[in-house]
Protein backbone atom coordinates (compact mmCIF):
# COMPACT_ATOMS: atom_id res chain seq x y z
CA UNK A 1 0.00 0.00 0.00
CA UNK A 2 1.88 3.39 -1.10
CA UNK A 3 2.91 6.27 1.72
CA UNK A 4 -0.76 8.10 1.97
CA UNK A 5 -0.02 11.75 2.76
CA UNK A 6 -1.69 14.00 5.30
CA UNK A 7 -3.22 16.91 4.11
CA UNK A 8 -1.86 19.85 6.50
CA UNK A 9 -5.32 21.68 7.35
CA UNK A 10 -5.23 25.48 9.47
CA UNK A 11 -7.85 26.06 11.51
CA UNK A 12 -8.01 29.41 9.90
CA UNK A 13 -7.94 30.56 6.39
CA UNK A 14 -6.94 34.61 5.73
CA UNK A 15 -9.34 36.06 3.26
CA UNK A 16 -6.10 36.33 0.80
CA UNK A 17 -5.18 32.14 0.78
CA UNK A 18 -9.64 31.97 -0.04
CA UNK A 19 -9.54 33.78 -2.54
CA UNK A 20 -6.25 32.44 -4.18
CA UNK A 21 -7.62 29.03 -3.19
CA UNK A 22 -10.96 29.59 -5.71
CA UNK A 23 -9.22 31.77 -7.65
CA UNK A 24 -11.59 35.16 -7.65
CA UNK A 25 -11.09 38.06 -6.15
CA UNK A 26 -11.66 38.86 -2.87
CA UNK A 27 -14.35 41.34 -3.25
CA UNK A 28 -16.55 38.30 -4.49
CA UNK A 29 -16.02 36.43 -1.21
CA UNK A 30 -17.02 39.29 0.74
CA UNK A 31 -20.02 39.52 -1.08
CA UNK A 32 -21.14 35.91 -0.68
CA UNK A 33 -20.27 36.36 3.25
CA UNK A 34 -23.21 39.11 3.06
CA UNK A 35 -26.09 37.20 0.92
CA UNK A 36 -25.10 33.34 2.26
CA UNK A 37 -25.74 33.47 6.10
CA UNK A 38 -23.75 30.13 6.14
CA UNK A 39 -20.72 32.06 5.65
CA UNK A 40 -19.70 33.09 8.99
CA UNK A 41 -16.03 34.10 9.19
CA UNK A 42 -14.41 35.48 12.20
CA UNK A 43 -12.98 38.86 12.30
CA UNK A 44 -10.54 40.04 14.63
CA UNK A 45 -10.03 44.00 16.42
CA UNK A 46 -8.79 45.32 12.62
CA UNK A 47 -11.88 43.58 10.43
CA UNK A 48 -9.59 40.94 9.13
CA UNK A 49 -11.86 38.13 7.72
CA UNK A 50 -10.53 34.49 9.19
CA UNK A 51 -12.09 31.54 7.80
CA UNK A 52 -12.72 27.97 8.99
CA UNK A 53 -12.85 24.81 7.13
CA UNK A 54 -16.12 24.74 7.66
CA UNK A 55 -16.27 27.96 6.15
CA UNK A 56 -14.55 26.61 3.08
CA UNK A 57 -16.66 23.79 2.66
CA UNK A 58 -19.59 26.33 2.76
CA UNK A 59 -17.95 28.16 -0.20
CA UNK A 60 -17.22 25.22 -2.44
CA UNK A 61 -21.01 24.11 -1.78
CA UNK A 62 -21.66 27.25 -2.73
CA UNK A 63 -19.24 27.72 -5.89
CA UNK A 64 -20.35 24.27 -7.12
CA UNK A 65 -24.25 25.40 -7.03
CA UNK A 66 -23.48 29.08 -8.67
CA UNK A 67 -21.03 27.94 -11.22
CA UNK A 68 -21.23 24.42 -12.09
CA UNK A 69 -24.78 23.93 -11.80
CA UNK A 70 -25.65 27.35 -12.84
CA UNK A 71 -28.11 28.20 -9.83
CA UNK A 72 -28.99 32.04 -9.43
CA UNK A 73 -28.27 33.75 -5.94
CA UNK A 74 -31.89 33.43 -5.09
CA UNK A 75 -31.59 29.81 -5.68
CA UNK A 76 -28.69 29.05 -4.40
CA UNK A 77 -29.89 30.33 -1.21
CA UNK A 78 -33.22 28.91 -1.59
CA UNK A 79 -31.47 25.65 -2.02
CA UNK A 80 -28.55 26.09 0.93
CA UNK A 81 -31.72 26.36 3.44
CA UNK A 82 -33.83 23.30 2.37
CA UNK A 83 -30.90 21.01 1.28
CA UNK A 84 -27.76 22.17 3.67
CA UNK A 85 -27.56 18.88 4.82
CA UNK A 86 -27.56 17.22 1.87
CA UNK A 87 -25.60 19.22 -0.03
CA UNK A 88 -22.79 18.96 2.60
CA UNK A 89 -22.85 14.71 2.28
CA UNK A 90 -23.39 15.33 -1.85
CA UNK A 91 -19.75 17.62 -1.85
CA UNK A 92 -18.03 15.17 0.55
CA UNK A 93 -18.86 12.10 -1.16
CA UNK A 94 -17.77 14.41 -4.80
CA UNK A 95 -14.77 15.69 -3.14
CA UNK A 96 -13.56 12.07 -2.18
CA UNK A 97 -14.30 10.73 -5.58
CA UNK A 98 -11.99 13.36 -7.42
CA UNK A 99 -9.56 12.61 -4.68
CA UNK A 100 -9.79 8.95 -5.92
CA UNK A 101 -9.95 9.72 -9.90
CA UNK A 102 -6.81 11.77 -9.05
CA UNK A 103 -4.86 8.50 -7.33
CA UNK A 104 -5.78 6.17 -10.39
CA UNK A 105 -4.47 8.61 -13.06
CA UNK A 106 -1.12 9.23 -10.98
CA UNK A 107 -1.17 4.89 -10.43
CA UNK A 108 -2.14 4.78 -14.30
CA UNK A 109 0.70 7.40 -15.44
CA UNK A 110 2.69 5.40 -13.43
CA UNK A 111 2.42 1.99 -15.24
Known amino acids: MPYKEREISKMYYTMGEVAILFDVNQS ?23 FTPEDIENLKIIFHLIRDKGYTLNGAKEYLKNNMADSKDSHRVISSLESLKKFLIEVRDQL
Open 28 to 50: LIRFYEKEFDVLQPKKNKKGNRY
